[in-house]
């Protein structure tokens, strides 16, 4: 499949932001999505961005694309402990999707 | 709607014995798809039906595994023999139109010894 990285873990102070990074190698990508997973639980979808896109913010979470670097982030605001979990970057065209590896949010109180 | 629904939680078997695992789509939705998950490999996607139909199994790790879907509001997920190293978490998601993303159902847990 398409290759996608992140990072492994970061590590945050509770109230600083986040920014979590994605690289990715398919140009043709249409759809780039953010799922976080807690604990236990599935993926759920956080965001998405259109690749004829470069931003989009929705309440504390802002999506940067950079489609000529092939590169996606995350940036959380006013990071919270619930925040606490891991986020994955998606991405892909139709129905078949690449994730990443997933990068492990930790937010100290 | 509840969601996408997975049975069992977690499963432990035997190396050799059969397993079945089972999905339930959200009603509406025409498309599913079975990932596994592990530390050493992420997220694999195994193997992807629209409308009932498999489109895409070129994630299925051998012929030990299999996957139906007999209607469209239930799938299988069936590994003959099992394995230690199929050990994994399993999830079913299952998605209306591409723009929407996936709805992921809580996974199924599975341990082979």
């Known amino acids: 499949g398409e290759d996608v990285e992140q990072s492994l873990f970061l590590s945050v102070r509770e109230g600083d932001s986040s920014v979590i990074n994605c690289t990715y190698t398919?140009?043709?990508?249409?759809?780039l999505y953010w799922y976080k997973q807690e604990p236990g639980a599935g993926l759920q979808l956080l965001t998405y961005?259109?690749?004829?896109?470069d931003m989009k913010q929705d309440q504390r979470l802002t999506v940067l694309l950079n489609k000529k670097d092939k590169h996606l982030s995350l940036r959380i605001a006013d990071t919270q402990t619930g925040d606490s979990a891991i986020y994955f970057c998606a991405e892909g065209n139709f129905n078949k999707f690449y994730f990443g590896s997933g990068t492990k949010l930790n937010v100290k109180p | 709607d509840a969601g996408v629904i997975q049975s069992p939680r977690h499963e432990v078997t035997e190396m050799g014995q059969e397993v079945t695992l089972r999905c339930k789509p959200i009603?509406?939705?025409?498309?599913l798809f079975w990932y596994r998950q592990t530390m050493m490999r992420g997220l694999e996607l195994l193997i992807y039906f629209n409308n009932n139909v498999p489109i895409d199994d070129s994630g299925m790790p051998e012929d030990r595994f299999s996957a139906k879907m007999p209607n469209a509001s239930f799938s299988t997920l069936k590994i003959q023999p099992s394995e230690p190293r199929d050990s994994a978490v399993y999830f079913c998601?299952?998605?209306?139109?591409?723009?929407?993303?996936?709805?992921f159902g809580s996974g199924t847990r599975l341990t082979v010894v």
């Open positions: 961005i259109f690749s004829n896109m």
């Open positions: 398919d140009s043709s990508s249409t759809y």
């Open positions: 998601a299952s998605s209306l139109q591409a723009i929407y993303g996936y709805t």
């Open positions: 009603s509406g939705h025409n498309s």
